[in-house]
């Protein structure tokens, strides 16, 4: 079968996510037969270099023999179990892990981000409930905040894109100014302009905290909305004012957990433990769907008795799948014997000196880094910028999707010089061409 085959074949009986489904008449999706590393490979043989890492998922690049060992070992041991009335090594080990990894102690789980979202607002909401505050059921998200696209979800989504058509299904959340570097005053440092954004959400829970569950924010980068990046002072102040305003903070770090922000988990940076930590993505090293929701043991216990009501009874058939567990421990694998973490500080600062002629081109704007994640803005873009960009850089070898005109790297943690070089040049002589 060639690529033209799978593409008639998609086309009429696959609806793709997040896509006008008219436009792949002018862009088609890429026909991918199998990965390699860091390279997606399409059925004529074509390579092509993820510097997105597959919607951000893959961290240990495709077809990782150690991820694959450790799937093969487990199915033949138990594919499935459900994780009502069983249990199992890979959910209780990862478990064990990941506590000791965020410090919070037990582990809820899901399948995608967006379940885990849901499942983080709900625990919040019943959490005060238990405690004999059923009226603190409201949310606030940040300003181009981005967490999902259930209905939960998208209640504290801010992606007008997204959201608007829905709205009536919707309910109402408070959107409260994000502490994104870009947005600050000349001469506002990104710390100063970060203090003055937390100011205005404890404006907010000064007047409305009886009524709120919970802020959820994604820590350091807010991604979706064009990776916009903000000093770690804001997090601190975040935690600060929850904790006096007796409000919970969920940290969604289903996109920069697992190292992407350069710590394992991006609240390390701002020293705070959220009383909810959302991850996903990267958990499996992209390789299976499987969120977690961590949280304190404080909160566990406020749904500890005797009565099945005051538990939390939300659930997912494939909650704690053992493959998607066993991928994720060869995910934490991975970072404890590789010394992931270290290695990428040395990877980022290399990719940072390539951006450099990138960063002096007259039409970027904001070329920012955090971790493993890196963007820029070109002004003067066409509406069609993000497809024309990923057309022609497709034509070079790199699957690349800027976000508007936000053009932006997220590539497995496996890359090396010669895919560095190639996600500089081709970028480069991209941004000359268009
Ligand atoms: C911060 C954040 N939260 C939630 C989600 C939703 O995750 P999923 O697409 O797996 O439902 C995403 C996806 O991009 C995300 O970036």
Redesign the pocket.
């Known amino acids: 079968m060639s690529n033209e085959d799978w593409l008639a074949r998609t086309r009429a009986a696959v609806w793709h996510p997040c896509t006008q489904m008219k436009h792949l008449e002018q862009a088609p999706p890429l026909p991918i037969e199998r990965g390699e590393g860091p390279w997606l490979i399409d059925y004529q043989g074509c390579r092509y270099l993820d510097a997105i890492s597959s ?3 893959n961290l240990f690049g495709h077809a990782n023999p150690r991820i694959n060992a450790a799937l093969i070992d487990q199915l033949g041991r138990i594919e499935h179990t459900m994780l009502a009335g069983c249990t199992h090594a890979p959910v209780v080990k990862l478990s064990e892990r990941l506590a000791h990894l965020s410090g919070l102690g037990h582990a809820f789980y899901g ?7 849901e499942i983080a607002l709900k625990m919040s909401f019943h959490y005060w409930r238990n405690l004999g505050h059923p009226g603190k059921s409201g949310y606030i998200s940040l300003q181009n ?6 209905l939960g ?1 998208l209640s504290v989504t801010d992606v007008a894109l997204f959201k608007d058509v829905y709205a009536p299904l919707l309910r109402l959340s408070h959107q409260t100014v994000s502490p994104d570097w870009r947005l600050s005053e000349a001469n506002e440092s990104p710390r100063d302009y970060a203090e003055r954004a937390a100011r205005h959400l404890e404006h907010h829970l000064t007047r409305h905290a009886e009524t709120t569950a919970a802020v959820i924010v ?1 820590p350091l980068v ?3 909305t064009g990776m916009a990046m903000y000093h770690p002072i804001y997090l601190t102040r975040m935690r600060e004012l929850c904790d006096r305003h007796h409000v919970h903070l969920i940290a ?5 957990g697992f190292g992407r922000t350069g710590t394992l988990f991006a609240c390390e940076q701002a020293g705070i433990r959220p009383d909810f930590l ?1 991850l ?2 990267g958990i499996t090293g992209g390789y299976l ?1 499987l ?1 977690c929701v961590l949280t304190s043991d404080e909160i566990y216990a406020a749904f500890y008795a005797d009565s099945t009501a005051r538990g939390f009874l939300h659930s997912h058939s494939y909650t704690g799948n053992p493959l998607a567990c066993r991928a994720a421990l060869a995910v934490l694998d991975i970072f404890e014997s590789d010394d992931v973490l270290r290695r990428n500080q040395a990877k980022a600062a290399r990719f940072n000196e390539l951006l450099a002629p990138i960063a002096r081109h007259p039409r970027v704007r904001h070329l920012r880094n955090c971790g493993m994640i890196w963007a820029f803005d070109v002004i003067d873009a066409e509406p069609d910028f993000s497809a024309r960009f990923h057309q022609q850089a497709l034509l070079k070898g790199l699957y690349i999707r800027p976000i508007g005109n936000t053009v932006y790297f997220m590539p497995p943690y496996i890359i090396e010089q010669a895919e560095m070089n190639l996600m500089a040049e081709v970028t480069l002589e991209i941004l000359q061409s268009l």
Do not use: L, N, R
């Open positions: 919607w951000w998922v399948s995608d981000g967006a379940s885990a979202t905040g981005y967490h999902g696209e259930t979800a994604e807010q991604g979706a969604d770090e289903i996109a920069v959302c996903s993505k769907p969120s």
